[in-house]
């Protein structure tokens, strides 16, 4: 077996090589949102206790 046999992959390759593209643009946009996530929820926590700073 040679290389380009293996990315071939007997003329299944669009298909597995798209499903591998797809899965690994998945997993890369939710570890983004998850990151951003996080920083708006910190920002929130850190506005509300400035604001229950500002209360006493």
Same mark, same amino acid.
């Given at each position: /077996?040679?290389?380009?046999?293996?990315?071939? /992959?007997?003329? !299944?390759?669009? !298909? &597995?090589? @798209?499903? !591998? @593209? /797809?899965? *690994?643009? %998945?997993? &890369? #946009?939710? %570890? %983004? /949102? #998850? =990151?951003? =996530? =996080? %920083? $708006?929820? $910190?920002?929130? *926590?850190?506005? +509300? =206790?400035?604001?229950?700073?500002? +209360?006493?």
């Amino acid at each position: /077996m040679n290389w380009s046999e293996f990315f071939a /992959m007997k003329g !299944y390759a669009w !298909y &597995i090589w @798209g499903s !591998y @593209g /797809m899965a *690994l643009l %998945i997993f &890369i #946009v939710e %570890i %983004i /949102m #998850v =990151r951003h =996530r =996080r %920083i $708006l929820t $910190l920002q929130q *926590l850190h506005l +509300m =206790r400035n604001a229950e700073d500002d +209360m006493t």
